[in-house]
């Protein structure tokens, strides 16, 4: 029941220590629970904000076996499993009204479909209200939740209405008798479209989001998974091309590249000696402190691209999906380090999204969805960045990754000679001051 509601299997949900975001406590402040019914509150109202929920193993200290607890085993367990009821009480009231219209309905029709229909436009009017209101705690615009609420109705209609048909087909049941079984079993799927489509909190242009590259690391959708071994193939050609040769006195710096999911490929395909990846992320880190290179070729450091602290300068610096997740000064600052980064003549390469027509489809359709992982990323025009690149290196190669859906533009650059890259360096200084 707690997964369902808070969409996340917990070992947990009574833990008394926990970090809270400042952008949740305006939605924590109204709850009028307290002490331990509060805290599944809190992890219900978390979910239903899209604030993202990361569990960190702790140790459990109990002093003198836990004797100044308060925690009374039958009255707060009550208590927080009222908590639970309160959430499905709607849902139950809905199914009871739904029922009874079609009941009424069918002894005065005789008709399936038209009880049906009946029994969901009134339950729909009442849910509605309710679920937003008192299950899903949305504040957000009819104009934004009514549409996708509407939609669901109607394919929940259709979906149940069938399952009547099949059911009142197969088996000698009533279809009232057939309805029940029906509506019990899309119980918990429409449950869950309401709390991650319908009623989901969308973020307005005044409030931006970050990415949540922890959740995002923790399970990778299979489709990246796919687009991540085209992208691989088009790094090691960009960089063939560009004159980068296989070698053991190669030096490689991944920067944004948590979790490298290009590590492998290019570890075989350029035989680097040394392959650093640097990110502020963490957990995204600490899944590579188990690769078997890690120690010997591989190396990790935890640093922002705005403040890199380097020992050494490398042949190769590059970054997929990094600098367009900044402002558009920023962006510049953060192209800038990538040549801070790199020797003399080497390279770098740099891949953002483009806002080509096939994007703006795609990424409408997985917002839509609700899909969609990376609230702040910005789609860059080439020529933003290569304004960057231009004060900083000669451009070699661009190609427009288009097979990503998310297309992609690719640019390759050699770092200018010493005396050019002093002018550059303090560009963007002056950019990121």
């Not at 290019?266 to 957990?283: C, E, G, H, M, W």
Request: include cysteine; hydrophobic fraction near 45%; charged fraction near 20%.
């Amino acid at each position: 029941m707690v997964r369902l509601l808070v969409g996340h299997q917990l070992s947990d949900t009574q833990t008394g220590l926990r970090g809270v975001p400042l952008s949740l406590i305006p939605d924590l402040l109204p709850l009028t629970s307290n002490r331990y019914e509060f805290e599944l509150d809190m992890l219900i109202t978390a979910k239903h904000q899209q604030c993202p929920l990361l569990q960190v193993p702790i140790q459990t200290i109990y002093l003198d076996g836990n004797s100044s607890s308060h925690f009374n085993p039958i009255f707060d367990s009550m208590k927080i499993y009222f908590v639970l009821l309160r959430f499905s009480f709607v849902s139950l009231l809905t199914a009871i009204l739904d029922n009874a219209v079609f009941l009424l309905s069918f002894q005065l029709s005789h008709s399936i479909g038209l009880s049906q229909t009946m029994g969901r436009l009134i339950a729909a009017i009442f849910n509605y209200s309710a679920a937003r209101k008192a299950v899903f705690l949305s504040r957000e615009r009819h104009s934004n939740t009514l549409p996708k609420y509407l939609a669901l109705v109607i394919v929940g209609g259709l979906t149940s209405y069938a399952l009547i048909k099949l059911l009142v087909s197969l088996f000698p049941l009533s279809p009232v008798i057939a309805k029940i079984i029906a509506e019990t079993i899309l119980f918990l799927a429409n449950f869950a479209i309401q709390r991650d489509f319908v009623f989901r909190r969308t973020r307005s242009a005044t409030t931006p989001a970050q990415t949540d590259w922890t959740t995002y690391y923790q399970k990778v959708p299979v489709t990246a998974k796919l687009t991540r071994r085209y992208t691989a193939r088009m790094l090691d050609k960009a960089l063939r091309l560009a004159g980068v040769q296989p070698g053991r006195d190669l030096h490689v710096i991944e920067i944004g590249g948590a979790n490298s999911c290009f590590l492998d490929y290019l570890l075989q395909r350029l035989q680097p000696s040394k392959y650093d990846v640097i990110d502020t992320n963490a957990f995204g880190l600490d899944l590579l402190r188990s690769h078997p290179e890690f120690g010997r070729r591989l190396y990790t450091l935890q640093q922002s691209v705005f403040e890199l602290d380097l020992r050494e300068t490398a042949d190769v610096v590059f970054s997929v999906g990094l600098i367009e997740h900044f402002d558009q000064q920023s962006t510049r600052a953060a192209i800038g380090a990538h040549f801070d980064s790199v020797k003399p003549g080497g390279v770098v390469l740099l891949t953002f999204p483009r806002p080509t027509p096939l994007y703006r489809v795609t990424r409408g359709l997985l917002e839509f969805l609700g899909l969609w992982k990376f609230p702040d990323e910005r789609p860059l025009q080439p020529t933003e960045v290569l304004d960057g690149v231009r004060t900083c290196g000669q451009v070699i190669h661009q190609k427009l990754l288009w097979p990503l859906m998310l297309t992609q533009h690719l640019i390759v650059a050699r770092r200018h000679a010493v005396e050019n890259s002093i002018v550059a360096v303090d560009r963007v200084s002056s950019v990121s001051a």
